[in-house]
């Protein structure tokens, strides 16, 4: 009869490095500077709602707002994914 041979060890994994510290500092900034830029986004929708939008150039204006709040909402979400570990 044969002899089989035992399967191989592999080696070893490297041990996982513990994840980098976060700054509280800049994640509480960036949702200060995201909660600024939602603010142009709120303007846009009280022009909106309040039946302030008459021509296309105010429709622009409204629409870069409403860009500017995306934006905003962005920042946040950023800021609060990168704190989870």
């Known amino acids: 009869m044969s002899e089989t041979q035992p399967p191989e060890i592999p080696p ?21 500077c995201g909660i600024i830029l939602l603010l142009p986004g709120l303007c846009s929708l009280i022009f909106v709602f309040g039946g302030l939008v008459k021509s296309a150039e105010d429709l622009q204006f409204v629409i870069a707002l409403g860009l500017v709040g995306c934006g905003g909402i962005a920042v946040i979400w950023w800021a609060v994914r990168r704190r989870s570990p």
């Open 12 to 32: 070893p994994l490297s041990p996982r490095l513990p994840p980098e510290q976060r700054s509280g500092c800049l994640t509480a900034f960036l949702i200060v």
